[in-house]
Each structure stands twice: as structure tokens, then as C-alpha cells.
């Protein structure tokens, strides 16, 4: 008897040993924006801790801050167009509130030939918008995603 109990045991500690720990952040967080100029377009790097659950991008005029309705200008100049990426299941700060980019929330990138400036336009309920502004309204753009590390790139170009 004392035989079958230990081995009930050691199989019911194994089975426990092997289940994977749910994840201390339940929402993947950007913790970088990263810019760079290739061979005929201009990309735009989000670096995060997952994937998000879905991207959406959208051509549109102008943006607004979800949360507040607020217009926001997106910083660079001459931007005529702007691509609006939406990032459905990710943040820009963690579980508790703290932020996990730290980085500028509206800026220049006057190294690159083809966006003006990016900035971010929601932060709420696991819902993460970032705006990239272009000046020349034939430009193309492709969002995608990679892994290992966890991005969403952004390209912009002619």
C-alpha cells in the first residue's frame, strides 16, 4: 500500500512539475520604437515582449488620442499623409500601470528619407495606436510582424 501511495504521489508531482507558469504580464508591451533608413524605404520598428493579438493599419488625414478625442499633430513637418497602426491586445505599460516605453511619445525622425515623425496615439484597455507620418502621398507601406524578438515593423517607401 505504502508502495502505491508513493508512486500515486510521484506521478501527481510530476504532472504538477511540468505545467508551464501562466505569464506574470498578460498583455505584450512595447518597451522600444526603433527607426532606420534602408534601400528605397524608411521602417519603423516597434519592439515588444509578444505579439500582439492583431494589427490594423489605415491610411487617414489626422489622428486624435483615443482616450481624450485630442487632435495630435504628428511631430516632423510637411507630413501629408499618415498610416495609423493599431496593435489590438498590447500596451505601452505594464500590468500595474508603470510604463514600459520610456521613449518619446511624439517625434522627428530626420535620418529617414520617407516618414516625418511617429508618434503614439492610444494607450488604453490593451489597445496600443501609433501614427507614422509621411510627406509624399504616393508612398507605399507594409505592416508585418517577426519574432524572436518580438516586433511589428512598419515600412514606408516609394
Do not use: K
Not at 14 to 40: E, H, K
Not at 91 to 109: E, K, V
Amino acid at each position: 500500500m505504502n508502495r502505491r501511495l508513493a508512486a500515486v504521489l510521484l506521478a501527481v508531482l510530476s504532472v504538477f512539475t511540468f505545467i508551464p507558469m501562466a505569464s506574470a504580464q498578460s498583455t505584450p508591451t512595447l518597451s522600444n520604437i526603433r527607426t532606420g533608413q534602408q534601400a528605397g524605404f524608411s521602417r519603423v520598428v516597434l519592439d515588444l515582449s509578444a505579439l500582439p493579438a492583431e494589427h490594423r493599419s489605415s491610411e487617414v488625414a489626422s489622428v486624435s488620442h483615443c482616450a481624450s478625442g485630442d487632435p495630435i499633430t504628428v511631430a516632423g513637418g510637411d507630413v501629408r499623409e499618415i498610416l495609423h497602426v493599431t496593435l489590438i491586445g498590447a500596451a505601452a505599460h505594464d500590468d500595474n500601470g508603470n510604463p514600459t516605453y520610456l521613449g518619446s511619445r511624439n517625434f522627428a525622425t530626420p535620418g529617414l528619407s520617407h516618414v516625418r515623425g511617429v508618434a503614439l496615439t492610444c494607450d488604453f484597455e490593451a489597445t496600443l495606436g501609433v501614427a507614422v507620418g509621411y510627406s509624399n502621398t504616393y508612398s507605399w507601406h507594409r505592416v508585418f510582424t517577426l519574432t524572436n524578438p518580438s516586433r511589428v515593423v512598419i515600412d514606408i517607401g516609394l
